[in-house]
T-cell receptor, first 110, second 115 residues
Framework: EDQVTQSPEALRLQEGESSSLNCSYT??????LFWYRQDPGKGPEFLFT???AGEEKEKERLKATLTKKESFLHITAPKPEDSATYLC???????????FGKGTKLSVKP | GAVVSQHPSWVICKSGTSVKIECRSL??????MFWYRQFPKQSLMLMAT?????????EQGVEKDKFLINHASLTLSTLTVTSAHPEDSSFYIC???????????FGPGTRLTVT
């Protein structure tokens, strides 16, 4: 069964305190792993797509990496405006839809 | 680029009435559009997948006669909640995949409250 597990469920950081969010997955024929950011009451905002193990992508303070079993979203020197729920999703080879994890709620305190 | 809009952003309706939600891809053509619902503090749950010009594919447990989906063009899909009940109150979000692409871009969501 295709499955995505994110950890931790919630993460509280001080401004400037770097950390990582984890996304573990089991999927048949991965055709992409996706990271989204979701603010309360809004739709998910696309961040990254990773397709193969070893791939890395960066955007401002965020860096996403991918292995054969998991992905990490590294946040370097976070700011309060990085506070949001971060969602990980995978696209199985046999389907067009995404399977989402439950998300990690990140809070960054000034 | 890759902007998806939804209308309305929020709607309040009475029990027993129907509500239509529109999802548009503004700057790209979408082969496939998806409809999700999200309850408070929970992740997105896929309701159905729609392809332009064909019938939608519904996930298990989603009533196709209650949640009518029409994908009339490569830039527009609509979700109609028929005979709405309070338990249908939720946050409905659509997404769209550009032609030849795997990525999904999400709309801002529609908050439905049924009284």
């Amino acid at each position: 069964e295709d499955q995505v597990t994110q950890s931790p469920e919630a993460l509280r950081l001080q401004e400037g305190e770097s950390s990582s969010l984890n996304c573990s997955y089991t999927v048949s024929g991965l055709r992409g792993l996706f990271w989204y950011r979701q603010d309360p009451g809004k739709g998910p905002e696309f961040l990254f797509t990773l397709y193969s193990a070893g791939e890395e992508k960066e955007k401002e303070r965020l860096k996403a990496t991918l292995t054969k079993k998991e992905s990490f979203l590294h946040i370097t020197a976070p700011k309060p405006e990085d506070s949001a729920t971060y969602l990980c999703a995978v696209r199985p080879g046999s389907q067009g839809n995404l399977i989402f994890g439950k998300g990690t709620k990140l809070s960054v305190k000034p | 680029g890759a902007v998806v809009s939804q209308h309305p952003s929020w709607v309040i309706c009475k029990s027993g009435t129907s509500v239509k939600i529109e999802c548009r891809s503004l700057d790209f053509q979408a082969t496939t559009m998806f409809w999700y619902r999200q309850f408070p503090k929970q992740s997105l749950m896929l309701m159905a997948t729609s392809n332009e010009g064909s019938k939608a594919t519904y996930e298990q447990g989603v009533e196709k006669d209650k949640f009518l989906i029409n994908h009339a063009s490569l830039t527009l899909s609509t979700l109609t909640v028929t005979s709405a009940h309070p338990e249908d109150s939720s946050f409905y979000i659509c997404s769209a995949t550009p032609l030849g692409n795997y990525e999904q871009y999400f709309g801002p969501g529609t908050r439905l409250t049924v009284t």
